[in-house]
T-cell receptor, first 113, second 112 residues
């Protein structure tokens, strides 16, 4: 059973701080990794994707991938109350069916003004 | 234009009704997906169409019937649903394998 694990939270951070969201996955051969943000009652919105080991930065967001440790994280710098949402980690496992993503259960982030 | 549209936004139906959900994308993507999401749970994959052919059916009950009329459109036909089928139904599209998936706004379905 291929799994993606996230701490459900809530993760509470003060405004302006760095929020660190973590995700581990069980399939060592996984190739593609995605972070989605989902506000309550809305659909998931793609925030970042990463394919290679290391860091990838986009504005206030940095995705970090460590395939040896089977770990992917999302850092949000200068957190704002508008960042309060559930963050879903999604992983495409190796081989098997085309285009299938395995989602974690999500981490609820609460940014306190 | 990175937009996936879905209609209707909300749908209430009885257990004997037949209804359809519609999804459209104009990004030239070759893969389209249906997901089901219950409250406080992650999206669950239902179906994947790749190049207009059904490539994944995640053992979804036959009361859900997908259809891909062309590369831009995806339908989900609903018949004899159960109250436990009430959920947010999400459509997504991607260029291909390993590419990021873009979600539509979803259809909030309530089965009475």
């Amino acid at each position: 059973q291929k799994e993606v694990e996230q701490n459900s939270g809530p993760l509470s951070v003060p405004e302006g701080a760095i929020a660190s969201l973590n995700c581990t996955y069980s399939d060592r051969g996984s190739q593609s990794f995605f972070w989605y943000r989902q506000y309550s009652g809305k659909s998931p919105e793609l925030i970042m994707f990463i394919y290679s080991n290391g860091d990838k930065e986009d504005g206030r967001f940095t995705a970090q991938l460590n395939k040896a440790s089977q770990y992917v994280s999302l850092l949000i710098r200068d957190s704002q109350p508008s960042d309060s949402a559930t963050y879903l980690c999604a992983v495409e496992p190796y081989g098997g069916a085309t285009n299938k993503l395995i989602f974690g259960t999500g981490t609820l982030l609460a940014v306190q003004p | 234009d990175t937009e996936v549209t879905q209609t209707p936004k909300h749908l209430v139906m009885g257990m004997t009704n037949k209804k359809s959900l519609k999804c459209e994308q104009h990004m030239g993507h070759r893969a389209m997906y249906w997901y089901k999401q219950k409250a406080k749970k992650p999206p669950e994959l239902m179906f994947v169409y790749s190049y207009e052919k059904l490539s994944i059916n995640e053992s979804v009950p036959s009361r859900f019937s997908p259809e891909c009329p062309n590369s831009s459109l995806l339908n989900l036909h609903l018949h004899a649903l159960q109250p436990e089928d009430s959920a947010l139904y999400l459509c997504a599209s991607s260029q291909g394998r390993s590419d990021e998936q873009f979600f539509g706004p979803g259809t909030r379905l309530t089965v009475l």
